[in-house]
């Protein structure tokens, strides 16, 4: 489950640009650059190797792909960006694909999110969530502030944070689903400056109001993985998974093929795009630096010679370009094959094919 502790208000001014009224940018007026590490600084602590991060930057992928951002409002020209951003980027020059958070989908009905919520996706620059189902807290920076639910429906429940959807946290109601809440479950939000948070426990969402506590970068495995994605140039999404010690069984546990020779610490999958076109960085955290060291091998195999759990090769999917060992970590640099391939690492982790478990 979620740790319900979050960091004091003014430590995240000085990790990621803060709360408040800080308006992202730093002293010069400049825009503070994306950094994965930063975002989880936003994010309480998580206990289970089931919890997932989904990060991104969504004004970078649009300029990457050389999509025009729509307008609050334009549900037509939201779901076609949304589409272009997250699984159809067949006709882009550069294809993108960014890990989209699971409250920022809003399949169906756009227009009744933003009527329930008082916001949606195109209101969102950068993101960040963490999930362990039942729970769930994001952490959005974009065009908030203090009258974001104004016009929302919502109900007001304390000092700064509202609830969609009234009940006890994590309730499931059928009768009141929405798009926004497609179980019914309430969804609390609170704003602080060009932030805001949702989470269905209000006990959440008061600790962010209220702000103490230990955060997501506290976890040095994540960390460490969240700190070399940012070295990675043109970096605008990432999806990051800390293993806890245990070890997944593979979605490919019969197949044929190679295999990793040692269960992976955590993980984290970088996307990014520059001159040379759309690239993704894997960077794996093992047990040690002799460890790592010992899996480039073995990782190159798996992407030259290895099969899905589908019976596929890996390379129909992916180009590898490189694989180095950086103390604890190995960094592995593939392209997608094709265009739609540009967002299958995401899906080999989440089946724990054979690129990430032993």
């Known amino acids: 489950m979620l740790r319900r502790a979050l960091l004091p208000l003014g430590a995240l001014a000085l990790l990621a640009g803060g709360c408040g009224d800080d308006d992202g940018t730093d002293d010069a007026g400049a825009v503070r650059p994306f950094s994965v590490e930063a975002m989880l600084a ?47 980027a067949t006709e882009l020059d550069t294809p993108v694909f960014v890990p989209l958070a699971d409250l920022l989908y809003t399949p ?14 195109a209101d969102v620059d950068r993101f960040a969530e963490i999930s362990l189902l039942p729970d769930r807290f994001l952490v959005a920076t974009g065009s908030f502030d203090s009258a974001t639910f104004d016009e929302a429906e919502v109900v007001p429940i304390e000092d700064g944070i509202v609830t969609a959807g009234e009940g006890d946290d994590f309730q499931a109601d059928l009768a009141s689903r929405t798009t926004a809440r497609p179980l019914g479950t309430p969804l609390r939000m609170a704003t602080a400056g060009d932030r805001l948070v949702a989470t269905p426990s209000l006990e959440m969402a008061r600790q962010w109001v209220a702000g103490d506590g230990p955060r997501l970068a506290d976890n040095e495995r994540l960390r ?53 076109g759309s690239q993704i960085v894997i960077v794996h955290h093992w047990a040690d630096a002799d460890e790592a060291a010992t899996q480039v091998d073995a990782i190159e195999q798996v992407l030259a010679e290895g099969y899905l759990a589908d019976g596929s090769s890996y390379t ?28 299958v690492p995401l899906i080999l982790a989440m089946n724990n094919e054979t690129l990430f478990v032993p």
Do not use: C
């Open 316 to 343: 129909r999917r992916l180009e590898l370009d490189a694989v180095v060992a950086e103390g604890p970590l190995t960094l592995t640099t593939v392209r997608p094959v094709t265009p739609r391939d540009v967002g």
């Open 224 to 276: 460490v993985v969240a700190a070399r994605l940012d070295g990675v140039e043109g970096l605008y999404g990432a999806w990051l998974r800390d293993l806890n010690g245990s070890t997944p069984s593979s979605g490919a546990d019969d197949g044929p093929g190679p295999r990793l020779g040692a269960p992976v610490q955590a993980v984290g999958i970088g996307w990014s795009a520059g001159e040379g």
């Open 42 to 88: 936003e994010l309480p602590p998580v206990e289970g190797a089931a919890a997932v991060i989904n990060i991104g930057d969504l004004d970078a992928a649009s300029e990457a792909a050389g999509l025009a951002r729509p307008e609050p409002g334009d549900a037509a020209a939201l779901g076609a960006w949304t589409r272009a951003l997250t699984y159809d």
């Open 108 to 121: 169906g009905d756009p227009d009744g999110f933003r009527e329930e919520l008082g916001w949606d996706l």
